[in-house]
């Protein structure tokens, strides 16, 4: 198979720095155009700036000491960076060999009339055509996230693709859900050797094995339901090989023992529980439309393990603030007072777990005064450097941030203290991300089978019929 040539736009480089190691032993071309944009982008303290600077000074250590002959020819991309990935989202696990180049002439040719102008993007085509009539022998591709670029592309025939190697998933089905159902016949294809006791908790433990228990992972949930949606539900605690130990979960539905005053409403939202209060785990993540209970949940839970068993300190609670509509400007006061309006779902389920009938203005006001000492808001902006011990983290809106970024606030967790990702991939708001690229999609696959993380994928909205049915037809 002949090395293809890939030329590379300023946002896949902007994305993914280092996808430069990431085309195994195909040839990378760069335009100067794709220079220029960096440097227009590198002055100033934001991420996009950083990320600039980053590219450049890749750019420069494969650049430094070649000479403008060797710069010609192509130069070697260091083999040994490339992961898992293979030529732009294939899995071939290669190390990268090919070749990489920089415009060094001008274009001889010129772009159809039908593309006037010298917009950087049409300067980047005219370099992808010029490369064509260059290299008649070779498919030539072009590189670039930006839908628009690529539609132009296809219309004067350039060959042209999305940048897929940050693609977690290839299809947002393959999502673990956190639980299974357990076979009718299963007690019959995996009772025969099955040991049972009871731990120093208290809890009935099991240990079985047979053909199901490759499908399982550590944290996962399995279950056996009856006729009152409750049944059988155990929790997976370990693999080996073919034998598993399972233990049987707390049960936090309507009947049983209340979470500050919140019981649970469905199986899902059981399990969540069972992760949120659980203090072996140390990483949740939680999926689920609008309305399942997400906030809710983690917020009882949190403020049980706060005020009432003082397994953490306080509880840290943060956003993206990325703006459903129009940015309504500049906000006036501290940190704290900034945020406070991006989170009105705080407030709102705050209001839900302290209202009581027979408590007046004063008791009210005292709770409230208790809970902002010990809830504390900020800003994901700041989180940089910081280290939280016994600190209960809670990540609201975690659709909206990258891979990096989540990797950045995770590793801000110091001893004793817990994260909770929550989110919605069905209302991903930043540009770049979609549902299989999202940060919270990539924890939610690494963290898999993880001796000390769990997830669950809430089904079901219990906000209220309205919004239950809203979800489901709009």
Known sequence: MKKKIFVLDTNVLMHDPSSLFRFEEHDLFIPMVVLEELDGLKKGTTDTARTARQVSRLL???????????????????????????????????????????QTQ????????????????????????????????????LVSKDINLRLKAAIVGVHTEDYHNDQVLDDLDLLPSGYAQLSDDFWQTHGEKMESWQDERGRACYKLQGPNVKDWHVNQFVFMPDENER??????????????????IR??????????????????????????????IDFVTLLGTAGTGKTLLTLAAGLAQVLDETRYREIIMTRVTVPLGDDIGFLPGTEEEKMTPWM???MDNLEVLTQTSSAGDWERAATNDLLSKRIKIRSINFMRGRTFLNRLIIIDEAQNL?????????????????MICLGNLGQIDTPYLSETTSGLT?????????????????????????????????
Not at 76 to 82: A, E, K, R, Y
Not at 91 to 98: I, K, L, T, V
Not at 110 to 133: E, V, Y
Not at 255 to 262: A, F, H, Q, Y
């Open 60 to 102: 420069d250590d494969l650049v430094a000491g070649k000479d403008h002959a060797q710069i010609e020819k192509g130069l070697s991309i260091p083999t040994g960076l490339q992961r898992h990935n293979g030529p732009n989202g294939g899995r071939h696990g290669e190390p990268a060999s090919g070749k990489l180049f920089f």
């Open 106 to 141: 001008p274009t001889a040719t010129s772009l159809p009339g039908i593309l006037p102008g010298n917009k950087p993007d049409n300067s980047i085509l005219l370099t992808a055509l010029a490369l064509q009539g260059q290299q008649p022998n070779r498919r030539v591709t």
């Open 231 to 248: 049944g059988l539900e155990l929790m997976v605690q370990s693999i080996d090989g073919d034998t598993a130990k399972l233990r049987v």
């Open 251 to 280: 049960d936090y539905r309507a009947g049983k023992t209340p979470v500050w005053g919140i019981h649970a409403k469905n199986r899902e939202q059981n399990f969540a529980l069972n992760l949120l209060l659980d203090p072996d």
């Open 344 to 346: 009105g779902a705080l």
């Open 402 to 418: 990258t891979s990096k970024q989540m990797k950045t606030l995770i590793t801000r967790c110091g001893p004793g203290s817990k």
């Open 442 to 474: 990539y924890v939610v696959d690494r963290f898999r089978g993880w001796a000390h993380g769990g997830h669950v994928t809430l089904a079901r909205g219990e906000r209220s019929r309205l919004a239950a049915y809203a979800s489901d037809v709009l």
